[in-house]
């Protein structure tokens, strides 16, 4: 019997590494947790080092997108290929010190990650794009605007954040206690508990394999993941979308944790297209891909058909 079972662990041993198990094991987990039908990834060489990239190819009309923090590009998983089906050409950003891109030598600011768009653009040999970001991203998509102007059509911000003096101060208060000074237990609790409030935080129907892979997003970069609240907490997005002179849209969910700062924003820019969808939280792309391409390709003019 002993011998038996050496003989299907050998057979199994080989099946695995050379790919034999049609439909079994090895097929199923060969790509289990590759991006979404994204045609291509690649970096680019930015001021602070790699800049690392999603491209779902070069058909459509270019989108750069930037992540909310302490994410990772692969937060636009689901919408990758919804946004291609629909004309765009979907390009996911990870953020300095996020996912696969090199992080600064120093704390960053919103202004410091807006400096990387140029480089990304000139690696894909795109002379200007559309910009959009989530939460964070949206702060990122806004300065690249603000920077360089001639380089972008349109700015889609999903989560405006334009706080004021006093809710900046106790935002960063909060940060300093739950994210810079974040204890790492020797029995690997934080991990446990990191992972339970972001369950918490998906609400009804909440994916344990995404929460998984968004709580490890956090932890894996390269830099430091407080680096992302700190950059939006310390920048003042009121002031910029005064001054931001580009055709925008707001997007936001009702449900949102920062839904009444999207209203702050509706009142400062009136002129601004908006955009809502009902419940959701941070994981609305997750939640309603569909809906959310609908939008943002709406707006973008494309009709749900890719161009070169």
Known sequence: MKQIQLTRRAMLTTALATGALI???????????????????????GPFGLVHYYD????GRPLLMFHQAPQSARQF????????????????????????????????????????????????GVERADVLGHHTGALVATEIALQFPDRVHNVIMHGPFPINAAEREARLKKLQITEIDFE???????LSESFRRRFDIYGPGADPKLTTRVVVERFQ???????????????????????????????TNTTDAIYPLAQRARKLRPDFEYAEFAGGGVDILDQQPEAWSDTVASFL???GKATS
């Not at 439909?23 to 060489?45: C, E, F, I, L």
């Not at 970069?221 to 005064?242: C, E, I, S, T, V």
């Open 301 to 303: 003019g494309t009709n």
């Open 184 to 190: 790492y237990k020797a029995d690997g609790s934080h």
């Open 23 to 45: 439909g079994g094991v090895a097929s199923q987990s060969a790509n289990a947790n590759m991006p979404v039908r994204t045609k291509k990834r690649g970096y680019a060489d």
């Open 221 to 251: 970069g390269f830099g430091p993941f407080w680096y992302g609240h700190n950059a939006a907490y310390r920048y003042d997005h009121g002031a910029a979308l005064q001054r931001l002179k580009h055709r925008a849209m707001i997007l």
């Open 77 to 124: 998983d689901s919408v990758y290929a919804p946004l291609a089906e629909r004309g765009i050409r979907a390009i996911g950003i990870d953020l300095p010190g996020f996912g696969m891109s090199d992080v600064t030598a120093f704390v960053p600011t919103i202004e410091d990650w807006a400096r990387i768009a140029s480089p990304v653009l000139d690696a894909l």
């Open 56 to 59: 779902t190819g070069t058909a």
